[in-house]
């Protein structure tokens, strides 16, 4: 499969953020990687459903908002309604996650599962059939341009063999540090899905970078 590459709104300029959503619009971008977090899960406060909802009148591809807040379940519907096409929840915030993923599901929206880069992937062997992908934090959840955990890579390979033996179709994302400098070998090691904000935003031709990401498998 093709690799998807999610370009993490972040990492936008949001004094002029129309400009930034209709330049991932015309790139060969897959989804918008929305990041929602709430101050408590994680020591940073980004946006809300207003936001997301603003985002969604423009946004040619699917949204894929990422929440790291805590009790995610009070707010799947708000999600679902302000135009959510993807939503994952951290492993960690979810005391019943199995049931949690089918809320996601049965509301229309494909359910990811995330876990922080101390939590061993074989934690998710059990919902391997249950979930449509795993997002690895390849950093510590909270703030955009922070450097790429390398063990990550290792954690990839553990989960892709995971999902291989278990038949199970559910796609790999990573999120967090990730560029031109790694984006091979985090595809190499079963990635499909690459959020990317600092490396694409800070770059001097966004378009390109994308499309050099999206290339490199
Ligand atoms: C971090 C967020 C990421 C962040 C990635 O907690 O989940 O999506 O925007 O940013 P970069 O690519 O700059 O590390
Ligand atoms: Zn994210």
Known sequence: MKLLIAPSVL???FLRLEDDIKLINDSKAD???LDIMDGHFVPNITFGFGIVKQIKKIAKKPLDVHLMIEKPDRYIDEFKKSGADYLSVHYE????????IYTIKESGMKAGVVINPHNPVELLSDIV???DYFLLMSVNPGFGGQSFIKQTINRIE????IISANNSKALIEVDGGVGLNN???LADAGANILVAGNSIFSAENPIETIALLKDVK
Do not use: G, I, V, W
């Not at 915030?93 to 949690?100: A, D, G, K, Q």
């Not at 553990?158 to 063999?161: A, E, M, P």
């Open 11 to 13: 990492s936008a300029n």
């Open 31 to 33: 989804l918008f990687h």
């Open 93 to 100: 915030t979810c005391p019943h996650l199995h049931r949690t």
């Open 129 to 131: 059939n249950d979930a």
């Open 158 to 161: 553990k989960l892709s063999n």
């Open 183 to 185: 984006a091979k070998q």
